[in-house]
């Protein structure tokens, strides 16, 4: 989950940036990975509300995310 956070953080500051992002209601990104045991994924079910800009804090974007998995 620590490597998978920054990068879909990242990702969502890059889709809210991108013509895509405004008709994004939902996102999810999901790692399936040799190193873990089933898949892990997070999501955002509420994309258009919240700012994904860095925002009060990046440590606060972290918190957005519904996790799923180990």
């Known amino acids: 989950m620590a490597d998978l956070l920054p990068a879909a953080t990242d990702l969502a500051h890059n889709l809210k940036t991108d013509e895509l992002g405004a008709t994004t209601a939902t996102l999810s990104i999901t790692c399936v990975c040799e190193h873990l045991p089933g898949r892990t994924a997070l999501h955002d079910s509420n ?24």
Do not use: S
């Open 47 to 70: 994309f258009q509300q919240h700012p994904w800009d860095g925002t009060p804090t990046p440590d606060a974007e972290y918190l957005i995310w519904e996790t799923e998995g180990p």
